[in-house]
């Protein structure tokens, strides 16, 4: 019982599996792949936007600076003449009262001599002429058209840098600002994106020029202040274009893209935190996860029930097996899965009806051959009906034999020897009753008697009976001289009478016997009773049925016991005994 | 013996709870040291407000403010610091000038102040430095006092002609020494004179006005002052009753019938240092926060004030002018 119950278990855990798997990973190999292709798309979406971000952020950095060149641009197109130029004096202090980020501006002539100087704070200078053609600023103007200094830092705190322009010819002279970068906050603390995504500006130095927290900008040229953000720069620069991660200030893990601003030479870096930038790409790693682990879950419940209902009509079938293996052909496994399992149940169900059935043949021809030649047995059994069986009036010939002597034999031989004796009389006997298909309706002791052409006719029954008289009255004989030699004193002698009588299964129950009743039956009993050892009796009935064909000669009139007259009696001749005549 | 043990256990106990009660209120409490009287500062005090609401922080809602005013009695400041000092208050803000800073600075080495003035915060040894302020405050600085010598420069664009001009300083300004000094170097350099005359009171105004129209000067330059800024509306009153051309730093002089002015920007300034009391409310260091320098120096004229005094203004001036009365 444990192991058909190990063996049950394993058949619904190897079903339990595979069903399982079978949703599992599908499911699974999906998932992943999705949450991997999602979070490659993610990143790509990511670093797009941080790299739109960071050109926006260098678009509007870049745009500050150009506006200020542009500005300064107005100052440098009409050429100096050696007059005090009023109408660029109040043109000049237009463009300090337009642009609050210029603190101070220096108008040179084609000379480089100074001609104007204003200024938010200082004192103004009108045409001091003081020739300034050395500064590094006029220098750099006359080559390069516009020349930017590098940031310094106004008492190592409020970024400022100088701008200086020259015009398209000499003539025209030169500009140059001094500009507060400070001013720069407007724009930078404006760039806003994601929740808490900012930029800031770092010089090529790495200094921070520009920073949404004013209290850093102020600072930036404290190394400590800077170093992080010197770190975020190098980062960006290794990784180009892309974005790159780095750790800002605060110990946060950051997504940073940069992008240039051209003429100052700074850098616009745009800065997310990881956790901001990938909460997108995080959450539908969990969505993802959380999926899988449903769609598990459910698989699992699905596996179960589905194995469940699989090995349920196998473990019927099983039990239902078992039981009709135990001989109880009656059961009936009940499987209406509807499917190929059902199928296998109603088969099963068919095998054991049909068990039934042959068991029952089996035992019905069991009984049969108690009285049938097994042949004959067979043949009722096959035709299906035992109406064979049934009473009627027919036609027979009933055979008689008996041993002579047996009795005075039985009373004085040992038990072993009566034994032997008949065990070899029933085997003579036996063998020549089988061959002729005799229906054999009781024996006992030494007697017997047989009925030919019942319950199945037969051709010619008294020529059949006649035939059979003489096989077993010779296969006797032979055996009597064995016997004989023994000292045994046993004779044979046997009986024939043919007409009609009643057969058919008397009995109760299971037992049943089949048998002759009528005149013609107690006929061949006087008929054996009288006759001798080694003589077969005939009536008339049959001598007549065999006449000319076998040698039948009759012994004239007898007065039978129980009949008022007297009966032709024939005797059936019988081969000389070999030896013993 | 063991009563007299619980006693003590009972009393150093209460002595323990009260002052943290005191200590950690449920709303923080800024602590308002100002010079003068609510009135003139009102529209510093809605610049201040609007900054602590960058922050965060709204009077009456989740911070509340105490308010000590000087009215104009300067001497009173360095009591009313103290006071606010031992009201421990999360915050103290010291504005409109360096008067009010250092009589903050000297009330408390703990309590973190924010201050807000015109002059230098370094020369005037309030911080060490501007970027790395240092201490336990911070704050924020016009330019106000920078820019006195400018003062001189636009009153001489104004009358080119006048090779006089008077020189109004308050002698109890921590920076008037500086000042004075500034506009003499401008006044060499302009080749004007300059009669500097002295007034730290109310009752002194009028006899600024009187020496200067004795001394037939072209007009008077006040230097940043606080206590000359909050009382522009008595200084214009002057002004048109002397018939004296003046410049001040405040934008209130000329909104009040002055002629003009050129100083800081003191809405930017009194928001910045609102906007620094709400961070430092916020949990920030005074060291983290750099001293901030107002960028915005702003001029003001009053032009019916100067038809009246028949001065004509140069249009350089006019467009150069953020705040032009018409």
């Known amino acids: 019982?444990?192991?058909?119950?190990?063996?049950?278990?394993?058949?619904?855990?190897?079903?339990?599996?595979?069903?399982?798997?079978?949703?599992?990973?599908?499911?699974?190999?999906?998932?992943?792949?999705?949450?991997?292709?999602?979070?490659?798309?993610?990143?790509?979406?990511?670093?797009?936007?941080?790299?739109?971000?960071?050109?926006?952020?260098?678009?509007?950095?870049?745009?500050?600076?150009?506006?200020?060149?542009?500005?300064?641009?107005?100052?440098?197109?009409?050429?100096?003449?050696?007059?005090?130029?009023?109408?660029?004096?109040?043109?000049?202090?237009?463009?300090?009262?337009?642009?609050?980020?210029?603190?101070?501006?220096?108008?040179?002539d084609g000379n480089g001599r100074e001609r104007l100087y204003i200024s938010r704070i200082g004192l103004n200078r009108n045409e001091s002429r003081v020739n300034r053609s050395a500064?590094?600023?006029?220098?750099?103007?006359?080559?390069?058209?516009?020349?930017?200094?590098?940031?310094?830092?106004?008492?190592d705190s409020e970024p400022y840098m100088t701008i200086a322009m020259s015009g398209n010819r000499p003539s025209v002279g030169l500009v140059v600002a001094e500009v507060n970068l400070k001013l720069i906050w407007d724009v930078i603390a404006a760039i806003k994106f994601g929740q808490t995504g900012h930029a800031f500006v770092l010089d090529e130095q790495g200094r921070l020029v520009a920073h949404p927290d004013i209290s850093l900008m102020l600072r930036g040229t404290d190394e400590t202040t800077i170093a992080p953000f010197r770190e975020i720069l190098e980062a960006a620069r290794r990784t180009g274009p892309d974005v790159a991660t780095s750790r800002n200030a605060e110990g946060t893990d950051v997504a940073v893209a940069a992008a240039p601003v051209t003429g100052p030479d700074w850098t616009v870096v745009v800065e997310q935190p990881l956790s901001e930038a990938f909460k997108p790409i995080y959450a539908a790693l969990w969505r993802t996860g959380w999926l899988l682990i449903a769609g598990a879950a459910f698989a699992g419940l699905l596996a179960y029930v589905l194995a469940s209902r699989m090995t349920q009509p196998i473990h019927l079938l099983e039990k239902g097996t078992?039981?009709?293996?135990?001989?109880?052909?009656?059961?009936?496994?009940?499987?209406?899965?509807?499917?190929?399992?059902?199928?296998?149940?109603?088969?099963?169900?068919?095998?054991?009806?049909?068990?039934?059935?042959?068991?029952?043949?089996?035992?019905?021809?069991?009984?049969?051959?108690?009285?049938?030649?097994?042949?004959?047995?067979?043949?009722?059994?096959?035709?299906?009906?035992?109406?064979?069986?049934?009473?009627?009036?027919?036609?027979?010939?009933?055979?008689?034999?008996?041993?002579?002597?047996?009795?005075?034999?039985?009373?004085?031989?040992?038990?072993?020897?009566?034994?032997?004796v008949l065990s070899e009389y029933y085997d003579a006997l036996g063998r020549i009753i089988t061959r002729y298909a005799a229906t054999l309706t009781s024996f006992s002791g030494d007697g017997l008697m047989l009925l030919i052409n019942a319950p199945v006719s037969v051709d010619e029954p008294a020529l059949r009976a006649v035939d059979l008289a003489v096989d077993m009255q010779v296969s006797v004989q032979k055996l009597i001289v064995g016997w004989q030699e023994r000292g045994y004193r046993i004779g044979f002698g046997m009986g024939l009478a043919m007409g009609p009588a009643t057969v058919g299964r008397i009995g109760y129950e299971s037992r049943f016997d089949y048998t002759a009743i009528g005149s013609v039956v107690n006929l061949a009993a006087r008929l054996c009773a009288s006759a001798l050892d080694r003589e077969i009796l005939a009536d008339a009935t049959v001598a007549e049925a065999v006449r000319d064909r076998r040698h039948v000669q009759p012994v004239g009139m007898r007065l039978i016991k129980g009949y008022d007259k007297e009966f032709l009696v024939y005797r059936v001749a019988v081969a000389e005994r070999p030896e013993a005549s | 013996m063991r009563r007299r043990d619980a006693l003590a256990w009972l009393g150093s106990a209460a002595a323990w709870t009260l002052p943290v009660r005191a200590q950690s209120p449920a709303i923080p409490v800024i602590g308002y040291l100002a010079p003068e009287s609510p009135g003139p500062f009102d529209s510093r005090l809605k610049a201040f407000r609007q900054g602590l609401a960058d922050a965060g922080y709204v009077e009456g809602r989740n911070v509340e403010i105490e308010y000590?005013?000087?009215?104009?009695?300067?001497?009173?400041?360095?009591?009313?610091?103290?006071?606010?000092?031992?009201?421990?208050?999360?915050?103290?803000?010291?504005?409109?000038?360096?008067?009010?800073?250092?009589?903050?600075?000297?009330?408390?080495?703990?309590?973190?102040?924010?201050?807000?003035?015109?002059?230098?915060?370094?020369?005037?040894?309030?911080?060490?430095?501007?970027?790395?302020?240092?201490?336990?405050?911070?704050?924020?600085?016009?330019?106000?006092?920078?820019?006195?010598?400018?003062?001189?420069?636009?009153?001489?664009?104004?009358?080119?002609?006048?090779?006089?001009?008077?020189?109004?300083?308050?002698?109890?300004?921590?920076?008037?020494?500086?000042?004075?000094?500034?506009?003499?170097?401008?006044?060499?350099?302009?080749?004007?004179?300059?009669?500097?005359?002295?007034?730290?009171?109310?009752?002194?105004f009028e006899a600024i006005f009187l020496a200067a129209t004795r001394e037939q000067a072209g007009g008077i330059v006040f230097t940043s002052d606080p206590y000359f800024a909050f009382r522009s509306t008595q200084l214009a009153d002057l002004c048109f009753r002397y018939s004296m051309p003046a410049v001040t730093q405040s934008r209130d002089f000329p909104m009040a019938g002055g002629l003009m002015s050129y100083g800081g920007d003191f809405a930017q300034s009194h928001h910045r240092a609102g906007s620094y009391a709400g961070q430092v409310l916020n949990g920030e260091k005074p060291s983290n926060l750099p001293v901030q320098l107002v960028t915005k120096v702003e001029l003001a004229i009053n032009l019916k004030t100067a038809t009246a005094l028949s001065i004509a203004v140069p249009s350089s001036l006019i467009s150069g002018a953020d705040t032009v009365i018409e």
């Open chain 1, 1 to 108: 019982m444990a192991g058909k119950h190990l063996r049950f278990q394993g058949l619904f855990q190897k079903y339990f599996f595979v069903l399982f798997l079978a949703v599992v990973i599908p499911l699974a190999t999906n998932g992943i792949s999705e949450a991997w292709l999602g979070y490659r798309d993610q990143r790509t979406r990511l670093e797009q936007l941080l790299g739109v971000e960071a050109r926006s952020a260098g678009a509007k950095i870049q745009g500050f600076v150009d506006g200020l060149t542009n500005q300064l641009g107005w100052l440098v197109q009409l050429p100096w003449t050696e007059e005090p130029d009023e109408r660029r004096r109040i043109d000049s202090l237009r463009l300090l009262r337009q642009v609050p980020a210029i603190v101070s501006l220096t108008l040179l």
């Open chain 1, 135 to 155: 500064d590094v600023a006029v220098a750099g103007a006359r080559s390069a058209g516009i020349w930017y200094s590098k940031v310094n830092y106004y008492r």
């Open chain 1, 322 to 420: 078992e039981r009709i293996g135990a001989g109880q052909f009656s059961h009936r496994i009940d499987i209406g899965t509807g499917d190929e399992l059902q199928r296998l149940a109603e088969s099963f169900n068919a095998m054991a009806a049909g068990l039934a059935e042959s068991q029952e043949r089996q035992e019905r021809i069991a009984k049969l051959k108690r009285f049938l030649a097994p042949q004959v047995a067979e043949l009722v059994d096959r035709t299906g009906d035992d109406d064979v069986l049934e009473g009627r009036r027919t036609e027979v010939v009933t055979v008689f034999c008996d041993l002579r002597g047996f009795t005075a034999f039985s009373a004085r031989a040992t038990p072993e020897e009566v034994m032997y």
């Open chain 2, 68 to 204: 000590r005013w000087a009215e104009g009695r300067y001497d009173r400041l360095p009591a009313l610091a103290a006071d606010l000092a031992s009201r421990q208050v999360a915050v103290l803000v010291a504005s409109g000038g360096a008067p009010a800073a250092l009589a903050a600075k000297a009330a408390t080495k703990s309590i973190t102040i924010i201050f807000e003035m015109g002059g230098d915060p370094v020369a005037l040894g309030v911080v060490d430095s501007l970027s790395r302020p240092g201490g336990n405050l911070t704050g924020v600085s016009s330019l106000s006092v920078e820019v006195s010598r400018k003062r001189l420069e636009f009153m001489h664009d104004l009358r080119p002609a006048v090779s006089s001009f008077g020189v109004a300083v308050n002698p109890t300004s921590p920076t008037s020494g500086s000042q004075v000094r500034n506009l003499q170097t401008a006044a060499e350099a302009l080749g004007v004179r300059l009669h500097v005359m002295n007034a730290s009171t109310e009752g002194e």
